[in-house]
């Protein structure tokens, strides 16, 4: 099967959960991709 895997991490504790995610699934012979999300510009919701 094949497997994205996106995350956004601030400090890199959840990139490091994507990759232990990514780990454990190809034990299981998946196919997986693993992309960060990045933002394109930050945005005030209360302007």
Avoid: C
Wanted: hydrophobic share 35%; glycine share 4%; aromatic share 4%.
């Amino acid at each position: 099967m094949k497997i994205l895997v996106a995350f956004h991490s601030r400090g890199g504790a959840t990139k490091r959960v994507a990759e232990e995610i990514k780990r454990t699934l190809e034990e299981d012979r998946h196919h997986v991709d693993i992309e960060e999300i990045k933002p394109i510009k930050n945005h005030s919701f209360l302007s």
